[in-house]
């Protein structure tokens, strides 16, 4: 009886022990599985984090890269207007001495025109090696060489005309040609050729040989 209910009491012992073994073995398992949830879970977020990481990356680096783009654009548009300003101050610039140097010679040649006398003697020499092959040798503008020319050269023994021109204004004609005074460009600039000089003795022959006038004014 005794040996029975001992019996009885180890089988009961054992299989309490093998639930307990059980319930236990699960328990490990299921906390097991709970980590590995919690461990892939977090192998997870990281390589979420990772490919925002990367990706933020990425982004951070197309905006400097276009940022260097705009201010390479804008240095390079900086160079081109200041180019561009530079070549215009340029134009400017020599335009400006042009008009200076033009202007610098005309009021020298109203000068030299105005305060130097001339010599009618060595003027008609001059007029006669020079002049007198267009504008003729009483300079009625019926030179050998007048026939070919259209306008014909200026009638310069007509005191009604000549009286109208300043010696300035003639000495101008002579030194620079027709066309520096809006004139007939066929008319030769004599500069090269005759010295300021010259030039007064010429306008003094005009005066006193052919025309026999003096500037009356327009």
């Given amino acids: 009886m005794k040996k029975g209910l001992i019996t009885v009491f180890i089988t009961l012992i054992c299989g309490l022990s093998l639930s307990l073994a059980v319930a236990c073995s699960k328990k490990e398992e299921?906390?097991?599985e709970a980590s590995g949830n919690v461990t892939s879970s977090v192998e997870s977020l990281k390589e979420k984090a990772t490919d925002i990481k990367e990706e933020a990356e990425e982004k951070a680096k197309d905006v400097r890269q276009k940022a260097e783009e705009v201010a390479e654009d804008i240095g390079q548009m900086g160079k081109e207007a200041k180019g561009e300003m530079e070549e215009a101050a340029g134009v400017i610039k020599e335009e400006t001495m042009e008009k200076y140097s033009g202007l610098k010679e005309e009021v020298k040649s109203m000068v030299v025109a105005k305060n130097t006398a001339g010599d009618p003697s060595k003027g008609k020499e001059k007029f006669e090696q020079i002049c007198a092959s267009c504008h003729g040798p009483e300079g009625k503008g019926d030179g050998p060489?007048?026939?070919a020319l259209e306008p014909k050269p200026r009638d310069l023994s007509d005191a009604s005309y000549?009286?109208?021109l300043s010696d300035e204004h003639l000495?101008?004609?002579i030194k620079?040609?027709?066309?520096?005074?809006g004139k007939s460009p066929l008319m030769p600039a004599w500069g090269n050729t005759l010295s300021d000089e010259d030039i007064n003795n010429v306008i003094a022959f005009i005066r006193k040989e052919l025309c026999k006038c003096e500037y009356?004014?327009?």
Avoid: L
């Fill in 30 to 32: 299921e906390k097991k």
């Fill in 145 to 147: 060489a007048a026939a």
């Fill in 162 to 164: 000549v009286s109208t």
């Fill in 171 to 173: 000495f101008k004609v």
């Fill in 176 to 181: 620079e040609g027709g066309a520096a005074v």
């Fill in 216 to 218: 009356k004014g327009n």
